[in-house]
């Protein structure tokens, strides 16, 4: 991957990074966001930092091991990026893993409630069941080996009392599911709260699967 290439990456993050921040996905060191390159390593935010105040150079790239390869001194990658070398492990076609705390979204996962209605129809097709994985204790191998489970068969997931994590094949399909996740998540509160989420007929929720 050239200099350009991984220029561009960098400075697509950082774009991520602010707009989570904007957004209200994350607040003082909440969240992180990485990016495999194509020799094998990754590009990371670093921990102990807001997305609000992250800039191309404060990234890290880091190997399989975290150790970090390049970046400024005194910066380390997050304990979390565990969860993020899990899904490049397992799943060969994902580029980019997001992770943050969207209200909305995380109100589920805090509820303990999967987010596997089938309700609006957009989010059927662009992100799917959202199932909820089992709790896992920050930093440590608890969260990697909870979401391992569902990482062959879904692109977005609940973290358990914990956030989101939202995969693709680049990083800004990553940032789009997890837009679309907060989006849903929001709208179905709403409909709660208007007397009841009403999901789609079977027959027209298999239309949509197949056209996902």
Known sequence: MDTARINELKDQICDVCHKMWQLGWVAANDGNVSARLDDGTFLCTPTGMSKSFITPEKLLRVDKDLKVLEGQEG?????????????????????????????????????????????????????????????????????????????????????ENHGALALGSDVITAFYRMESLELWAKITINAVILGGSHDISRENIQKLIDLR
């Open 75 to 159: 910066l380390r990658p997050s304990s979390e990026m565990k969860m993020h070398l899990r899904c490049y492990e397992k799943r060969p076609d994902v580029m980019c893993v997001v992770h943050a705390h969207p209200p909305g979204a995380t109100g589920f996962a805090v509820a303990h409630k999967a987010m596997d209605m089938y309700n609006m129809i957009e989010d059927v097709t662009v992100i799917g069941s959202v199932p909820l994985t089992p709790y896992g204790t920050p930093s440590t191998t608890e969260v990697p080996d909870a979401i391992e489970p569902y990482l062959e068969e879904h692109d977005v997931m609940l973290l």
